[in-house]
C-alpha cells in the first residue's frame, strides 16, 4: 500500500506560479513512477507530468511542456509540480498518482495504484 498527500493548491491569475507537492509513504515502498493529474469539471482525468523514481527522467504532454516542471526528492519522499504561466484552462483539481508496476503507460489513468485526495488550482482574474 502507497499512501499520497497533495499540498500546495490554490487561487492564482493569468500568468501567476503554483507549486504543488505530493508526499509519499511509507518510505519503503518507493514506486516505479509518479504521475500529477488535473480534472476539470466534466473533463477527463489528464496527466500534467510524471517521472520514474530511480532514474528520474520526466514525461510532459504538449499541453504543458515549457510550464510545468516536475522534480522528485528522495529523502523527502516527495515529488513536487512546479506551474508557471498559469492559463484559466489549467484550473481543476490536481492529484498525484503512485505507479507499482513496470511496463504501464506514463499518461494512462488507469496504469496508477494508488491516488491522493487532490487540491484545487484555480486560475482566475
Known amino acids: 500500500q502507497v499512501q499520497l498527500a497533495e499540498s500546495g493548491g490554490g487561487s492564482v491569475p493569468p500568468g501567476g506560479s503554483l507549486r504543488l507537492s505530493c508526499a509519499v509513504s511509507?518510505?519503503?515502498?518507493?514506486?516505479?513512477?509518479v504521475g500529477w493529474f488535473r480534472q476539470a469539471p466534466g473533463k477527463e482525468r489528464e496527466c500534467v507530468g510524471s517521472i520514474f523514481w530511480r532514474n528520474e527522467i520526466p514525461f510532459y504532454p504538449d499541453s504543458v511542456r515549457g510550464r510545468f516542471t516536475i522534480s522528485r526528492d528522495n529523502d523527502k519522499m516527495t515529488v513536487d509540480l512546479q506551474m508557471s504561466g498559469l492559463e484559466p484552462e489549467d484550473t481543476g483539481v490536481y492529484y498525484c498518482a503512485a505507479q507499482t508496476s513496470v511496463g504501464r503507460p506514463l499518461r494512462s489513468p488507469l496504469s496508477y495504484d494508488f491516488w491522493g485526495q487532490g487540491t484545487q488550482v484555480t486560475v482566475s482574474s
Open positions: 511509507p518510505h519503503n515502498r518507493v514506486p516505479i513512477a
